[in-house]
């Protein structure tokens, strides 16, 4: 592997039905911590709650200095390093402490770029993204059986919480690719020249 390729990730949310998967590529360089805007990007979370990416007993995600058994700083750790360091083609992702949601991350293949292709790119998606602050797997398969009956004891409740259309299996996965494409733009622009200055 260099550093010039392409990762093809498989996403996929954990413990939710109907199933949320990603298929995402992204430069081999990247860094973690834009990873994790990548898969906010992809999967449609709101990136309002901490994160961690995982590999084996090592995680990765915002360090706090009050915090110092906490995880080692995103930013300074590229995709590449970690899973050559370890030795693997697996890396979990959790976001949202508190409701949990982790994700499985799989490398599916390594792959060169493409001439004129900005990366990171989403290639696929199917499932609509849980709405946040709803529970974690649990508390979304609650919302879905209230939605779903109007005789639950929640179905009003949920129902005024959740948009009209909420449709776990139906979404348009354009709006998810064209937040991805926006991260790539950002991302490969160059810096302006600097100027000299005429003595």
């Known amino acids: 592997m260099s550093t010039a390729d392409i990762f093809c990730l498989k996403v996929t949310l954990d413990d939710v039905e109907p199933q949320v ?5 992204v430069p081999a360089n990247i860094k973690l911590d834009r990873l994790h805007l990548t898969l906010q990007a992809a999967l449609g979370w709101t990136n309002s709650h901490l994160y961690e990416i995982r590999v084996r007993d090592t995680g990765w995600g915002l360090p706090e200095s009050d915090w110092p058994d906490g995880p080692l700083d995103a930013r300074k750790a590229k995709l590449i390093d970690v899973l050559e360091d370890i030795g693997t083609k697996a890396l979990r992702y959790l976001y949202d402490f508190g409701d949990g949601w982790e994700h499985t991350i799989k490398v599916e293949r390594v792959t060169a770029s493409e001439p004129g292709v900005a990366y990171p790119r989403l290639t696929e ?7 946040e602050d709803v529970g974690g797997p649990w508390g979304y398969a609650e919302m879905l059986e209230a939605l779903d009956n109007p005789q639950h004891e929640r179905h009003a409740e949920i129902r005024a ?16 690719k064209a937040e991805v494409a926006k991260l790539a733009r950002r991302w490969s622009r160059k810096p302006p020249a600097r100027k000299t200055r005429m003595p």
């Open 161 to 176: 919480w959740v948009d009209d259309d909420f449709d776990p299996r139906a979404f348009d996965p354009n709006h998810l």
């Open 21 to 25: 998967l990603r298929r995402i590529e």
């Open 125 to 131: 998606a199917s499932g609509r993204c849980p709405p």
